[in-house]
């Protein structure tokens, strides 16, 4: 078993380190190997996605990555940005189906901005397309007629994209509570129609899965009113990103949600993936040693369970991490005192 570790950028770097510390701590024989990413392989090679770092992810069975994002970078044309590299990721490795699983873990209900009856009953997954929408069409700059500077970024799906993403969203659904809502905005955009069109098509492969729509505005209001009523979201790349960043401040914390991005390849063991935290490298707490690593931990049970077909060792993982916040492993991000490698101490003692 062979995995890509990519810590990339300012807390990516601590985060991953402790991830890393607990997938070793199982002693499973898996091979970790390090390639530099984002603002830091741009600052040691002058590319974002240096060549070699994609070829590793393509020989790997599987990525752990960080974050990217450096303010050192901001004035950088876009494509040497370090944001280029997981978006190039995405894009080059196929990897179309982003699973944000959204849980409040027991003893976090209070530190929630929702109040405990109401956070806890989340229990939802977001299942976002990554690999279309206004994040690759094109754009630019212009002038326009009046002399103006204008910028544009064209949004648009084909049915083949949203046919994919649909049905793995229909199928997280038959794997849990059977409802999937699909996030759109149909009553002002085209591409939303045509999304909402071809997963009403593909719905007639599930009669056991229950379909409803909701514009993403409402969407929006609906995950701080009334979480629970959400089992499997499906959305497009750019409604996706913003509700992720919020359903994880309704389950407590940034700090605490996992992803797989996923495609169609298959490893030995599972399906190929790449497994990151939610939040980004938060240039603001960097080195300061008190970074959150749950989310990477999170990130690397789901590493185990869909790419490399370990779902015990997942299963330890998150057990332990739910052991761990129980006895008080909370980071500043949930009200308390723990470092990152106090965190990641208290997770490896509880494996
Ligand atoms: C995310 C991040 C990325 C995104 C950034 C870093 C490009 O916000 O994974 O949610 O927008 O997809
Ligand atoms: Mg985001």
Request: glycine content about 10%; proline content about 4%.
């Amino acid at each position: 078993m062979k995995v890509a570790v990519l810590p990339g950028d300012g807390i990516g770097q601590e985060v991953t380190r402790e991830a890393v510390r607990v997938i070793e701590a199982l002693s499973l024989g898996i091979e970790l190997t390090e390639a530099a990413v984002g603002g830091a392989a741009w600052k040691a090679t002058g590319h974002p996605l240096p060549p070699e770092t994609l070829a590793l992810c393509e020989a790997s069975d599987g990525i752990l990555f960080g974050a990217v994002g450096d303010p050192d970078c901001d004035a950088l044309d876009r494509h040497l940005r370090p944001e280029q590299a997981i978006l190039g990721l995405r894009k080059a490795l196929t990897l179309f189906a982003n699973l944000r699983p959204a849980k409040v873990f027991k003893g976090l209900e209070n530190h929630s901005a929702l109040r405990p009856e109401v956070s806890s009953a989340i229990d939802l997954l977001i299942v976002r397309e990554l690999n279309g929408d206004v994040y690759f069409g094109e754009k630019g700059f212009r002038t326009a007629a009046n002399g103006d500077r204008e910028g544009y970024d064209v949004m648009s799906y084909n049915e083949s994209e949203v046919r994919r993403i649909a049905h793995v969203a229909f199928r997280a659904a038959q794997g849990r509570r059977g409802k999937l809502c699909s996030v759109d905005k149909a009553n002002v955009l085209e591409t939303s129609q045509l999304w909402r069109d071809v997963v009403i098509e593909v719905a007639r492969d599930y009669p056991d899965v229950s379909l409803d729509h909701m514009y993403v505005d409402n969407a929006a209001m609906q995950l701080v009113r009334n979480p629970g009523q959400f089992d499997v979201v499906v959305t497009g790349n750019l409604f996706g990103d913003i509700l992720s960043d919020q359903a994880s401040m309704c389950v407590g914390s940034i700090g605490m949600l996992a992803s797989a991005s996923l495609g169609e390849r298959q490893t030995a063991y599972g399906t190929y993936g790449l497994y990151e935290p939610i939040h980004g490298s938060a240039p603001d707490i960097a080195g300061k040693g008190f970074a959150n690593p749950m989310a990477t931990i999170l990130s690397a049970a789901m590493l185990l369970r869909h790419s490399l077909g370990q779902a015990e060792a997942a299963d330890r993982i998150e057990a332990a991490v739910a052991l761990a916040l129980e006895d008080g492993a909370l980071g500043r991000d949930l009200g308390g005192t723990a470092g990152t490698t106090e965190i990641g101490d208290a997770v490896v003692a509880r494996l």
